[in-house]
């Protein structure tokens, strides 16, 4: 409950952050096959929560392209729910993440209803199967936008529509939510507070310190994702 207060804090201040680090948290609490299910439910609600709280802030415009890539991305996904070697989503989002931060901006028609679309369809098939694309649609976003706020609800509701396909596609492949229940309600309402604190906290931030803040983050969690990597093709 207090990863899940501190890591929504974290995602509502910072930008992103908060959902890989739960990921990372409840690796050492929950069985393998539950995590990516689990996770996503309370995610789901966490970005939920985030994004009801700055509906005013959000670029409906870019969510009217997201939402279509998420139905075809989890389609595509729900279809194949193959398994992929981990190391290979773990360096191509690290390597991406990378370059949306300190490499060149992409061109303006990246931004564009079919960009956005693309890149939505591509994200939500990655996520089914590691969970760590947070960083990726966060990256991506932040480029469309310079407002912090902005920045933060368009990520919140991208994530919110990201999650919810897999509460679908993981009951039809057999996965029992209901023995979980209790635990993800518990989690989303305590990560709930530790949004409403961050965004507290982003009030004070302007919008120059948060975008390299911003940066920093997204380069850890890039860099974290290239060891892990390493660590799956050593081992």
């Known amino acids: 409950m207090l990863a899940s207060v501190v890591t929504s804090m974290i995602t509502a201040s910072l930008g992103a952050g908060g959902g890989l680090l739960l990921l990372v948290l409840m690796a050492l609490w929950i069985p393998p096959a539950a995590i990516i299910p689990v996770h996503g439910m309370v995610q789901l609600g966490s970005n939920a929560g985030r994004a009801t709280l700055t509906w005013r802030h959000t670029d409906w415009q870019a969510m009217a392209a997201f939402a279509p890539g998420v139905l075809v991305g989890a389609g595509i996904g729900a279809w194949l729910l193959v398994d992929l070697p981990e190391h290979l989503w773990q360096l191509t ?52 936008h310079e407002d912090r706020f902005k920045t933060v609800a368009t990520f919140a509701t991208a994530m919110s529509l990201q999650h919810a396909p897999k509460a679908l596609v993981f009951g039809l492949a057999g996965f029992v939510f209901h023995e979980w229940l209790v635990f993800i309600l518990g989690m989303i309402l305590f990560g709930f507070a530790g949004t409403w604190i961050g965004l507290h906290l982003l009030k004070n931030l302007q919008n120059r310190h948060f975008h390299r803040i911003f940066n920093i983050m997204l380069t850890l969690l890039a860099l974290r994702l290239l060891w892990q990597a390493g660590q799956s093709m050593s081992g």
């Open 93 to 144: 989002i690290a390597v991406f993440v990378l370059y949306l931060c300190w490499g060149p901006a992409l061109p303006k028609g990246a931004f564009g209803r079919t960009g956005i679309f693309v890149a939505s369809a591509i994200t939500t098939f990655a996520s089914l199967f590691v969970g760590a694309t947070g960083p990726l649609v966060a990256a991506f976003i932040k480029q469309m």
